[in-house]
């Protein structure tokens, strides 16, 4: 009895927390209770499921097993605050996070920003050096008529650019709304980035006196189209 007793203890000893710095604190305790109420953010965010331990092979499609996934040991600071940035600029799971992580918005939420602007940045960059690849290529084989193909690759980049960035707009949104106090880390990436739904926003003006009016699209401060008179 007295060898169970003492092998249960050591059990307990080694179930124990390494000590976490308080921001790893808070946003350990804001993740757990993230993935308790939305079990399904692990599927919609890898750097979260990175974050937590592993599930039992037995367990893993179970939602029980799911929600009870904690921390994993060895999760630094930096590991941590980009979990929390991620679903926090990811407008699916804003509201639940805001909520969840409210004590560590800020850092978290300062942290998912900077680092769409460091990915957009990355992607421009290789999106360049791709399209500049192919120019070259194209230009030696048949002489030219490399235009397009590197237009091609230079709008699929900012189109996936531009998708992130009108769905952490989509996400900011929801938070300011729950957390008006995020404004000043908001107003900072706004700034260096483009109007939020710039692509989008596009409409068609009827036809009116005499004149039929094509699409109009705004693009930032401003704006393109035409009519001709019918």
Known sequence: ERAHRTTRGASRLRRRR?????????????????VRRRPD???ANLALDAVFDKPTKAGAKSERQTTSRQIRKGATDDDLL???????????????AGGCLRPAVMHALAHGLDALLASAATGASKGRA?????AEGKARNKGGGSKASATDTDDETLMTS?????????????????????K?????????TAAPFARVVRFAVPSRGGHECTEI??????ASGGCKSQ
Do not use: K
């Open 41 to 43: 953010a692990f599927q």
């Open 184 to 192: 000043p880390v908001v107003a900072r990436y706004l700034r260096v």
């Open 130 to 134: 791709a399209a500049e690849g192919t």
């Open 82 to 96: 980009a979990a929390a940035g991620a679903v926090l600029v990811n407008p699916d799971f804003a509201v639940a």
């Open 217 to 222: 699209e705004i693009n930032g401060g401003g």
């Open 18 to 34: 390494v000590p976490m710095s308080p921001l790893a604190e808070v946003l350990r305790v804001g993740l757990e209770r993230l």
């Open 162 to 182: 531009a998708t992130t960035h009108e769905r952490a707009c989509a996400a900011l949104a929801l938070l300011l709304e729950l957390l008006p106090h995020i």
